[in-house]
């Protein structure tokens, strides 16, 4: 072990065995993230609760008693926080969440093992939500393929059918948010929530990677009925 920059440890993890290299530099990531470190002292499931945390921090977009859809939750990270904030694990909000992993259960989230780009996952969600939602939020990721074009056409794809669903449940003034990636290929899927909702922005939380090109894209004031 050697110490970074910032005078903290660095962990080197060795390469050998059966471990890749994309294995191995994962690994070494996660080993020497503050967040993900953050994480396991404060009980979060995962580093991705940070983000969620500093976002609604600034934009106050989690209030007592609102009903949330987390849409690709697993390991739980959101849906901690939006329980948390909007009173689901004491019984006053609601939270539901999908995702195509299993995930363990929480207090105050109802959670569903469901493939969100399945046809009738869409229906299935509505059901389980039975009315109408102050906030959709989604951490998809779509598997990488390594090609560039490829893999931004399904991210972007993944956010749009998250925005197709949020336009059918949330309430008028309504928010939603989901994980992009800085391209080109958003450009309709932006002009549509700047035609659905009163404002668009991209936010990039300090616990998002600094050398990833992720981000976040927040549409708030939804103006359907």
Known sequence: MAKDTTGRLHVTVR?????????????????????????????????????????DDKYHLLKGGMTVVDLGAAPGGWSQIAAKRVGADSGKGRVIAIDLLEMPELAGVTFAQLDFMDQDAPEKLMAMLDGRADVVMSDMAANTTGHRKTDQLRIVGLVEAAAWFARGVLKPGGSFLAKTFQSGADAELLAQLKRDFATVRHVKPSASRQDSSERYMLATGFRGG
């Open 15 to 55: 390469s050998g065995g059966k471990r890749k290299l994309s294995s191995k530099l994962w690994l070494e990531r996660q080993l020497n993230d503050p967040y993900v470190a953050q994480a396991r002292r404060e009980g979060f499931r995962s580093r991705a609760a940070y983000k969620l945390i500093e976002i």
